[in-house]
């Protein structure tokens, strides 16, 4: 991966005489984010492989800083043997390393190194990182969520995340096509969009780990209901407002470039998918089964999402 050829690739700028041991670096961290996303998500790593390269290397980089900070704080550091007392530090860690990286553009850990090179090329900054660690932060705090901390627990750990994204698609875009004149009202709907799609992700994964979430972590990201009486009428409230997330983040994806329309069009259709499968599942059930849309379900999600963005414009 050499930092000249591409938006998510890291500072033109850079190319000195060490730009082929700095590329080769850049190519492990890519690698390693990569690797990341294939043990991690299935139906994320599948959209992602939809992008085209530049694009797909962004969005793995940013997803794999994602995970290592939800690992950190969802058990994974905990069953390395860290004490309680000791996570905050480590994730405190974690995001200053972050912030000198963006700064630097360079990282002893390559999934920070493959984050801050991505980041410095598309113009992701500490007001989307900031909040989103102060969300992970909340992770371990182990009093009770109360409602008014949903919101922007939800903004921090998904809405920037989906800002992220954009970030990396307009970069490309741009990269692509130089004689494009940008359009903030453009930008300011996709933006919209943006965040609507990671609020209505995020809510759909809160729905489907409601166990895990309650019996293991001991947490609940829908403080108005009880978890151990689950009723169908707050599994109804919960999906009426991620069909409305879903709406209006579909409402955008015609405006995005056609190079990623594809792939959001297909996690959109997945997560579509498992909200309905969701809505279709007895209250009680959602405590003992982790809902999930078969492979053959996914492909033909996928398929008539790939045809539908072909046929689009842009």
Sequence with gaps: MSRATGPVQGAAARTT?????????????????ATVISRYSTSFGAAARLLDAPARRGIRSIYALVRVADELVDGTAEAAGLA??????????LEAETEVAM?????TNLVVHAFATTAIAVGIDRRL???????????????PIRAEEVGPYIHGSAEVVG????????ACEAAADPTLVPDPDRRRRLEHGAIHLGAAF???????????????????YFPW???????????????????????????SIPELPRRARGAVLSAHGLFAGLAARCRATPAEQLMTTRIRVPDAAKLAIVARSMLAAAGGHR
């Design 202 to 220: 995020q809510k759909i994964n809160f729905l489907r780990d409601l166990e895990t979430d309650w019996r293991t972590l001991g947490r609940n």
């Design 225 to 251: 209901c009880d978890p151990e009486a689950f009723t169908d009428a707050d599994k109804t409230r919960i999906l009426d407002d991620i069909d409305e997330d879903l709406a209006i983040a579909g409402r």
């Design 129 to 143: 990182t900031r909040p989103f660690f102060a969300s992970m932060r909340r992770d371990l705090d182990p009093s």
């Design 17 to 33: 005489a060490g730009s082929e041991l700095l590329a080769r670096y850049d190519d492990a961290a890519v690698a390693s984010a």
């Design 163 to 170: 800002l992220m994204c954009l970030d990396v698609f307009l």
């Design 103 to 107: 700064m630097r553009g360079f990282s």
């Design 84 to 93: 309680p007392t000791e996570l905050r530090r480590v994730l405190d860690e």
